[in-house]
């Protein structure tokens, strides 16, 4: 059976203890998906794997804001990276919600016929790009940390899943058939419209400091969670040279979110500096992580968590730099 996984072999949820065999037991309440693969690929670095569970869970599942909306807007985000798992991931999600016409229109390619609906996954589209324009909201202004959450999270996942997991939701590519799609999502249906308990994941971090969250998160769970997450994820830094470092800052700072050209695509070259390519891939262009990228930088001690590691933080350099530009503007907006 080919499998779901590139270039890492996560742990099985079967082997997990303490809080990692929770936040799997609280995956299958709340999100209704037994060991999903875009957090069972994170295993190996346990580390990593709680937080982006707690912030997927705290704005996504139980933070403010509609479930359609924020699937919409984690749909627009999954688009604009050209994910293909987590946009069909999100379609078969919106099934569940139970507005099956708008997941079939979305599906193929087609604008929700709502204005509401269209302008939230447009505005999903448009976070990819540091800086950009995204007020007014098309949502409650309180509900803004639900959907910034949404948003960042998914920032971060599609980058995990492009780089990490196989294209294929399901096995054979099922979730193309507008049947499976429907019956997918009408299996995960009732965990999807029942309330969750805001704050439930904080329990499962290794440190909650609220002092730490960012300002639009407006001191909701969603802040600490993505906290959490950043100090988790930049702890990959470690794992390059300061030339290298030199080089990631450079190109990052002058990314407008536009997709790398194929040739060139001016990133560093794998034999020299293999480290800055996988991380500035990882940022930029994560689909185009290959087996040779990989290999480049692999050495005896490079394991599993260290790969993970390395993924991870060049997708978060991509979401702190998205999430910069929308700290900048709300102290910009404060009274």
């Known amino acids: 059976m080919t499998s779901a996984f590139r270039h890492t072999e996560p742990l099985p949820p079967r082997s997990a203890t303490g809080a990692v065999a ?26 990593l794997l709680v937080p982006a569970w707690a912030l997927l869970r705290e704005s996504l599942i139980a933070g403010p804001g509609g479930r359609t909306g924020k699937e919409l807007v984690a749909l627009g985000v999954s688009l604009a990276n050209r994910c293909p798992f987590c ?11 139970g507005d099956h016409a708008l997941a079939e229109r979305v599906a193929r390619g087609e604008a929700p016929e709502d204005e509401t609906h269209a302008r939230l996954l447009e505005w999903g589209r448009r976070t990819r790009v540091p800086g950009a324009a995204l007020e007014p909201y098309p949502f409650p202004r309180e509900d803004a940390p639900g959907y910034l959450g949404t948003a960042l999270t ?7 899943a492009s780089a990490l997991l196989a294209e294929n939701l399901l096995p054979a590519g099922a979730q193309r058939f507008r049947a499976v799609r429907s019956l997918v999502g009408r299996t995960l249906a009732r965990t999807v ?25 407006d001191g909701s769970p969603v802040g600490v969670a993505y906290a959490a997450l950043l100090r988790a994820a930049m702890a990959g830094a470690a794992l390059l040279g300061a030339d290298d470092h030199d080089a990631v800052e450079a190109a990052l700072l002058d990314w407008d979110g536009a997709h790398p050209p194929l040739v060139p695509d001016g990133l560093p070259d794998r034999r020299e500096r293999p480290g800055a ?25 490079h394991t599993d968590h260290c790969l993970v590691h390395l993924i991870a933080y060049g997708a978060f350099l991509a979401v702190d730099r998205i999430e910069s530009s929308l700290s900048a503007r709300t102290t910009l907006e404060a009274p």
């Open 277 to 301: 390519r996988l991380v500035l891939l990882a940022a930029l262009a994560p689909y185009r992580v290959t087996e040779e990228d990989v290999a480049a930088w692999r050495r005896p001690e």
């Open 154 to 160: 998914f920032h971060f996942v599609n980058r995990i």
């Open 22 to 47: 929770e936040a799997y037991a609280q995956m299958r309440r709340d999100f209704g998906i037994a060991d999903p693969a875009t957090f069972v690929v994170l295993s190996s670095a346990p580390e």
């Open 193 to 217: 419209r029942r309330p969750a308990r805001p704050g439930t994941s904080l329990a499962l971090l290794d440190t909650v400091d609220a002092g730490e969250a960012p300002a639009w998160a």
């Open 87 to 97: 946009v069909d991931a999100h379609t078969v999600l919106l099934h569940a919600t």
